[in-house]
C-alpha cells in the first residue's frame, strides 16, 4: 500500500480557480475581472518605470549572499516611513519590531504565529467578507477565528452600527484584523471620522488591557492614489496611542507580485521590547525559511531611497489608481445607458482594485458561461481587469444577466 493513499486532492482555490479557467477559454472575446492584479488599458501586466530603473541599477552589480534573518535593515527602515510616517517619532524611537516578510500573505502568518506563542489564549476576529486567504493564515497558525460584522449587503457600504457593537462585545484581548484602505473584497472602507469612532472604541476597551488592532496594508495607494492618504486609519490609531502591527505589501502598489517582498512590524512600548520582539520574530522566520528573498528587497530599497525614483514611483501609483477611477466611471455610465433599471452607484463610491458588484453566483456564472466574463462567484469584480476596450462588453453583459 502507498504512503499517500488517503490524500484527497485539495479543492481548488476559489480565486486562483478563475484564472485557470479564463486561460483555458479560447473566445477572443473573454474577459478576466477574478485575480486582483493590476493590468494596464491593453489588458497586460504592468511593470512599473521606476521598477525597470531600480533592476537597471541592481544587475551585474551586487553579489548574491544571504540578507539577515530579518532581512534588509534598509529596505525595512523605507517601507517603515510609508506606514507610519516620514518623520514618525516611533521609528526614531526605535519603538518598532520590523522584518521584511515573504510580501503581505508572509508578513500576515509571521504575525499570526507570533500571536499564537505569545499570546495563545487570544482569538482573531475577522471582517464579514475578507480576503478569503485571511481564513487559511490564522486557521494554520491555530488562532481561534471570530468575525465581525463589516458590509451591509443592502447599501452596500459599510455595516458601522454592526462593526462597533462587535468591537463592543469582543472578550477583553481580542485581536482586530482591519483593511488599513482598499478593504478586500468589497472595496468599502470607513471614512475618517468612522476610523476616528473605531480607534476610540478599541482604545476604550485597551484601558484594560482591552483589543490589538492588526493593519494589513496591501494596497498602500492603490485606494486614492495617494499614499500618506491611504496611511491614515493607521495614522489614526497612532496618534490615539494604539500599540498595533502592521503587514506591509509591494505586491500591487509597486507591482512587484511574484518578488515576495513585504514587511511586518509591531509597534512596542519601548525600544527594549521592540528588539524581543524582533528577535523572537526572527526566530519564527528561521525554521520556515530561514531569510527572504534578496531581489526584491533591493528594488524596493533602491526605489526608496533615491528621491527621483520614489517620486516617479508616486506618480506611478497615481497611474494606476486613476485608471481604476475612471474604469469605474466608465463602467456605471455604461450600464446606466444601457437604460438598466437597477442602482450601480456602489460600483464609484467603493474603492481600491475590487468592486463588490452585488452580483449572485448565478448571475456571474451566467456571466461566464454565456460570455466568457470570469470571476469568483462572490460577484467579486477588480476593476483592474476593465479597459476603455472590454467595459462596453463588460456593460452589456452585466445587464443582461441582471434583467
Ligand atoms: N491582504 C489582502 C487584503 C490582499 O488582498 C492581498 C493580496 N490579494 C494580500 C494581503 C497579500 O498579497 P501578497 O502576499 O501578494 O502581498
Redesign the pocket.
Known sequence: SSWWAHVDPAPKDPILGVTEAFLADPSPNKVNVGV?AYRDDDGKPFVLDCVRKAEAKIAGNLNMEYLPMGGSNHMVEETLKLAYGENSEFIKDKRIAAVQA?????A?RLFADFQKRYQPESEIYIPVP??A??HNIWRDAHVPQKTYHYYHPESKGLDFSGMMNDIKNAPKGSFFLL?ACAH?PTGVDPTEEEWKEISQLIKARLLDKGHFPFF?M??QGFATGDTERDAKAIRIFLQDGHLLGI?Q?F??NMGL?GQ?V?CLSVLCEDDKQAVAVKTRLQQLARPMYSNPPLHGSLIVSIILSDPDLKNLWLKEVKVMADRIIGMRTSLRENLEKLGSPLSWEHITKQIGMFCYSGLTPEQVDRLTSEFNIYMTRNGRMSMAGVTTKNVKYLANAIHEVTK
Not at 102 to 106: F, H, K, W
Open positions: 486582483g515573504l510580501s503581505g500573505t508572509g500576515c475578507t480576503w486567504n485571511h483593511h478586500n494589513d496591501a494596497y503587514a505589501s505586491a500591487k507580485y515576495r513585504g
